[in-house]
C-alpha cells in the first residue's frame, strides 16, 4: 500500500484556480469512487472538503470541487483566497477496509 | 455534534510501547454510523492511516504497521485505544483519532491530535 502521489506544491494568485492531482493505482483510486479531500492549517487537524470524490460537505465553500478519471482524481480550487493557503491530501479506500493518504501538497496563494 | 480527543504519554522510548487512548464526546461510540480510526503524521510530513475499529472490535489495520499495532475499543467508557509496539524514531509523530462515517467512508471529526516522541 503506497502513497497516493500528489505534486509537493501548487501556486495560485487570488481569484485564479488551481488543481491539485491524486494518483493512485487500479486498487484504489482507480476501484473505488471512495476518495476525500482534507485541508490542513497549520498545528491544525485536518478539515473534510471533498467526499465520494466530488460531494462537498455542508458548510464547504462551492468554490472547491473534486473529480476522478481513470486512476487520478482531482481538487479543484476556483475564486482562490489567501484563507485557502494550507496544505492539502487525498485519501482513497483500497479495499478490504483500508485507506490510504496522499502525499500531500502545499497551496500558496501568491 | 462528536468531539474526540487523544491522551497519553507525549515520550516513548526506542523499543517500548507507545499507548494513546481516545476519548469519545456528543455521541455512542456504539453507533453502527461510524469506524474509529487512527492517523499519524510526522513532523514536516504527511498524513498516514495506521488503522480502524468498530464498536464490535472489528479492526482494519494498515498492512504496513500491521504486525505492530493493536487497536481496541471499550464502549463502557466511550474510548478507543492505541497500542504501537516496538517504535524507533520514525514512529515520531502526531497522532490524531477520528471518526470514518461508514455510509459515505470520510474521516469526519477529529482530535486536536497529540505528539508522540520516540526518544531515549
Known amino acids: 500500500q503506497s502513497a497516493l502521489t500528489q505534486p509537493a506544491s501548487v501556486s495560485g494568485s487570488p481569484g485564479q484556480s488551481i488543481t491539485i492531482s491524486c494518483t493512485g493505482t487500479?486498487?484504489?483510486?482507480?476501484?473505488?469512487?471512495?476518495v476525500s479531500w482534507y485541508q490542513q492549517h497549520p498545528g491544525k487537524a485536518p478539515k473534510l472538503m471533498i467526499y465520494?470524490?466530488?460531494k462537498r460537505p455542508s458548510g464547504v465553500s462551492n468554490r472547491f470541487s473534486g473529480s476522478k478519471s481513470g486512476n487520478t482524481a482531482s481538487l479543484t480550487i476556483s475564486g482562490l483566497q489567501a484563507e485557502d493557503e494550507a496544505d492539502y491530501y487525498c485519501?482513497?479506500?483500497?479495499?478490504?477496509?483500508?485507506?490510504?493518504f496522499g502525499t500531500g501538497t502545499k497551496v500558496t496563494v501568491l | 455534534q462528536l468531539q474526540l480527543q487523544e491522551s497519553g504519554p507525549g515520550l516513548v522510548k526506542p523499543s517500548e510501547t507507545l499507548s494513546l487512548t481516545c476519548t469519545v464526546s456528543?455521541?455512542?461510540?456504539?453507533?453502527?454510523?461510524?469506524?474509529w480510526g487512527w492517523i499519524r503524521q510526522p513532523p514536516g510530513k504527511g498524513l498516514e492511516w495506521i488503522g480502524n475499529i468498530y464498536y464490535s472490535g472489528n479492526t482494519y489495520y494498515n498492512p504496513s504497521l500491521k504486525s505492530r499495532v493493536t487497536i481496541s475499543v471499550d464502549t463502557s467508557k466511550n474510548q478507543f485505544s492505541l497500542k504501537l509496539s516496538s517504535v524507533t524514531a520514525a514512529d515520531t509523530a502526531v497522532y490524531y483519532c477520528a471518526d470514518l462515517y461508514t455510509t459515505v467512508d470520510y474521516f469526519d471529526y477529529w482530535g486536536q491530535g497529540t505528539l508522540v516522541t520516540v526518544s531515549s
Open positions: 485519501c482513497s479506500y483500497a479495499g478490504s477496509s483500508t485507506y490510504v
Open positions: 487500479s486498487s484504489d483510486v482507480g476501484s473505488y469512487n471512495i
Open positions: 465520494e470524490g466530488s
Open positions: 456528543g455521541g455512542s461510540i456504539s453507533s453502527s454510523s461510524y469506524y
